[in-house]
């Protein structure tokens, strides 16, 4: 494994760790392999307590200290905001690369982002499409976009280069943010420090992310209403402003979903199977002043012209 010489030297490395054994491995390694890569890498462990991990943790630096500069930070848990604050405040370069240490990243990322953000000044941040491994295999693609896109939801993965003066413009992460979402407030918080702020995303999965049923991006979910009152009470100004924006931003991803179901249930009519409890309840008794009623309707509709296509046949 040789790094290139073609070294980013104004990007530096953060990367968090948390009781994650060899897959800090993997992330630091993927680091290495970049086109372009980063001058320094920053670990922070936020206080692993597993064995395996605080071994692992001791060779990271003579393993890859050859290939990159390593600089390992050891921290009492406080949670991945202040683990990120921490590292981030640590760097000397201009743009930053966060990076999960369950994660990895595409030799090609570093090159391809950040010319998206040598192109733009109005660039806070930016990154790119996901290939999820682990549980899921699929390719997931955020969009990026300015303050009004990112109202209604994240828009950018948490793996990210940023412009290190806008962390510092907008106060860093908020370390109170132990429960998840802190990426989406984080970007919100930076694409306020100026008008006109973006995040751009490169249309390629460049971020290889694991995907487990106890992570924390999917057990914050659970939290999800409550993390979002937070958000928007925090970035209270923003919402008012934009209130059409948000309110429609998040009715298109409903009715995305809305429509996605309706023709599963429809297909699996088609099909002769037996709808589950959920879809048949929701026939019964449609939501109504949310597009429910007249999903309902046009799936009895739908119904009805295969139960007479088929009397004809």
């Not at 209270?236 to 009715?255: P, W």
Request: hydrophobic share 35%; proline share 3%; net charge negative.
């Amino acid at each position: 494994m040789e790094a290139s010489r073609n070294i980013a030297k104004d990007v530096e490395a953060v990367v968090t760790s948390f009781n994650q054994g060899t897959m800090i491995m993997e992330a630091v390694r993927s680091l290495c392999e970049q086109t372009t890569p980063p001058a320094r890498v920053i670990i922070v462990d936020d206080g692993s307590t597993d064995e395996e991990s605080l071994e692992v943790l001791k060779k990271v630096e003579t393993i890859f200290s050859e290939h990159l500069p390593i600089t390992l930070m050891l921290k009492s848990n406080g949670g991945v905001s202040a683990a990120r604050n921490t590292g981030i405040a640590e760097t000397k370069t201009p743009l930053v690369l966060v990076l999960d240490g369950d994660d990895r990243l595409e030799p090609s990322y570093i090159e391809k982002v950040c010319q998206l953000l040598r192109n733009d000044s109005c660039m806070v941040a930016a990154s790119s499409w996901m290939q999820t491994f682990g549980v899921l295999n699929a390719v997931v693609r955020p969009c990026g976009g300015g303050l009004n896109a990112f109202l209604s939801k994240n828009c950018c993965a948490a793996t990210h280069i940023m412009r290190r003066k806008y962390w510092e413009k907008c106060g860093g992460y908020d370390e109170n943010m132990r429960s998840g979402f802190e990426d989406w407030e984080f970007f919100l918080s930076m694409l306020e420090t100026e008008p006109n702020m973006q995040i751009g995303v490169v249309q390629e999965p460049l971020i290889d992310y694991r995907t487990a049923p106890a992570s924390s991006n999917i057990t914050s979910m659970e939290k999800r209403l409550d993390l979002m009152r937070f958000i928007i009470e925090k970035h209270l100004e923003s919402y008012r402003n934009h209130v059409e924006d948000a309110v429609i931003g998040v009715e298109s991803t409903s009715m995305t979903r809305l429509f996605g179901w309706e023709g599963e249930i429809i297909r699996s009519m088609r099909d002769t199977q037996e709808l589950s409890k959920v879809s048949d309840e929701f026939i019964k008794h449609p939501t109504y002043g949310d597009g429910g009623m007249a999903a309902a309707v046009r799936i009895v509709s739908s119904k009805s012209e295969m139960q007479s296509l088929n009397e004809k046949q």
